[in-house]
């Protein structure tokens, strides 16, 4: 089990709480009237599956039922940070390549990962 804060309620709270929602920061097409299929079928059904660092979109489903962004490092699951909706994170590749403890994991080795 881990923890999780949530930026809303400014608490440290149980991971029992939330419940993930996918890739964060996705956007829709420009114009989508003029949008092709394939476009469609990559804003709805095309998700990034990286190595190391990667933001992910949360609700506090037990608690204010509010949606975050969380920043997490998928090889060890350690969350670098939680941050509002319409905000962006402060973590990069750069910053989750060290992590709290100084000790370089597997996130910058990855490629394209959007930051």
Sequence with gaps: ????????????????????????????????EA???REWGDYLFFRDNPRGLH??????????????????NTVSYEILETYRIGEQTSVTVGTAAHGREGQVDQAHKVQGVRA
């Design 1 to 32: 089990m881990f923890y999780i804060h949530c930026p809303y309620c400014a608490e440290r709270r149980s991971e029992e709480e939330f419940h993930c929602m996918g890739q964060a920061h996705i956007q829709r097409p420009k114009n989508p």
């Design 35 to 37: 949008a092709s299929d």
């Design 55 to 72: 933001q992910e979109m949360w609700v506090h489903a037990a608690g204010c039922r509010k949606f975050f962004n969380v920043a997490r």
